[in-house]
């Protein structure tokens, strides 16, 4: 069964850290481009961060300069590193995957990626 699930989530403060882990199972991510997104209440769902299966990345306005994305094949995970939380940086996180090969390109669209995990609370609070 082809499943991604998140974890890592939590509450922080502002100004604070927080690591997301996306783990697969059920397929390996070697020749899958794995993206994170956000969705925040009453907000549209918005793309974070890319990584392609040749590590090509690629960030959205939001993230860049604060997050960093970065995969373990042998673990079988991608990670996305937040630094410097912002309260406007609570949603619900999600990672999605599309098989791309050795295509270093990152879909843009959420409906471009075929496998999500559930989701993974982040809350940035005083």
């Known amino acids: 069964q082809v499943q991604l699930v998140e974890s890592g989530g939590g509450l922080v403060q502002p100004g604070g850290s927080l690591g997301l882990s996306c783990t697969a199972s059920?397929?390996?991510?070697?020749?899958?481009?794995i993206a994170w997104f956000r969705q925040a209440p009453g907000k549209e769902r918005e793309g974070v961060s890319c990584?392609?299966?040749?590590?090509?990345?690629s960030y959205y306005d939001a993230a860049k300069g604060r997050f960093t994305i970065a995969r373990d094949n042998a673990k079988n995970t991608v990670y996305l590193q937040m630094n410097r939380l912002k309260p406007e940086d609570t949603a619900d996180y999600y990672c999605a995957a599309v098989e791309m090969g050795r295509d270093d390109s990152c879909p843009k669209e959420a409906f471009e990626y075929d496998y999500w995990g559930q989701g993974t609370q982040v809350t940035v609070s005083s």
């Open positions: 059920g397929f390996t991510l070697d020749y899958y481009t």
């Open positions: 990584i392609s299966s040749s590590d090509g990345v």
